[in-house]
């Protein structure tokens, strides 16, 4: 009998036992569940907090510099501080980026070949497509694309070609020409038509401050005068990356009751580190 009752208390000191290791290892995945949503709050509120500064300091630039009614420089930088953090603002106007809705098929060609690295033919068959797509009467005046991220769907550009020419794109810029002296320095190698000898002459002008020879540009390739749509992008440094707040704007006649500017599209983007 006695041995009976030492078997049962055993077995019931090992339920125990299971039961306490079972309830330590709910306890510690709570823990660790609780610690993943406390980085997740801290890191929304980080992005939260990042998005308001961004906007703030858009709001500075545009307040700050009126330009008098004028046109702005076609490319500037600034950095502005709202509440102790430091906010970089990337200056251009809209005809720095390739608008998908209205550049000349030449163009499309150029920069899916010279920054996309297709052949000469495959980017003409995928430019030619893209000028298709604009060309559906079904669109009834409306903008064939809506993002640059289209490209993907209609007409289902590769996604690395996308990749490597997408922050040439544009699709509010309302051009079909560009301002050489607004574009990234990755964007003058498709000017160039391939040339990078070329390329870097224009930057090393650009740098000086000065046109370079452009003349070998085609001419419906370029805008001769400024036009009324601008970019401004904010960039905030956080701990685990970079928020990047973009406004796209339409500078209309100065008003004495209100600002000259209208927000055309806000797109918030966040860049991990590394």
Wanted: glycine content about 6%; proline content about 7%.
């Amino acid at each position: 009998m006695t041995g009976r009752t030492g078997c049962a208390r055993g077995m019931a000191l090992v339920a125990v036992l299971w039961m306490l290791a079972a309830l330590s290892g709910a306890a510690l995945g709570l823990s660790a569940w609780v610690r993943s949503e406390a980085r997740l709050r801290q890191a929304d509120v980080a992005r939260l907090n990042a998005t308001a500064a961004a906007q703030a300091a858009l709001v500075h630039v545009l307040a700050a510099h009126p330009w008098g009614g004028g046109s702005p420089p076609a490319r500037q930088r600034w950095t502005v501080t709202v509440l102790d953090t430091p906010v970089q603002i990337d200056w251009s106007t809209a005809q720095a980026a390739i608008d998908i809705n209205r550049a000349p098929q030449d163009l499309l060609q150029a920069v899916l070949a010279h920054a996309g690295g297709l052949p000469s033919d495959a980017a003409a068959r995928w430019a030619a497509a893209i000028v298709q797509t604009r060309a559906d009467p079904a669109l009834s005046g409306r903008p064939a694309y809506d993002a640059v991220e289209d490209l993907l769907t209609r007409p289902g550009l590769p996604f690395p070609v996308w990749m490597a020419v997408q922050s040439l794109l544009t699709v509010d810029s309302d051009d079909p020409a560009l301002d050489p002296q607004a574009v990234d320095d990755s964007l003058l190698i498709v000017l160039a038509q391939g040339d990078a000898g070329r390329a870097a002459a224009w930057a090393r002008a650009r740098s000086m401050q000065t046109d370079g020879d452009l003349s070998t540009i085609p001419a419906p390739w370029i805008r001769q005068t400024p036009g009324n749509r601008w970019k401004a992008v904010a960039h905030v440094q956080t701990e685990d990356g970079t928020f990047q707040v973009t406004w796209m704007l339409v500078q209309g006649a100065p008003m004495a009751d209100r600002s000259p500017w209208r927000l055309l599209r806000q797109t918030v983007r966040w860049v991990p580190s590394g």
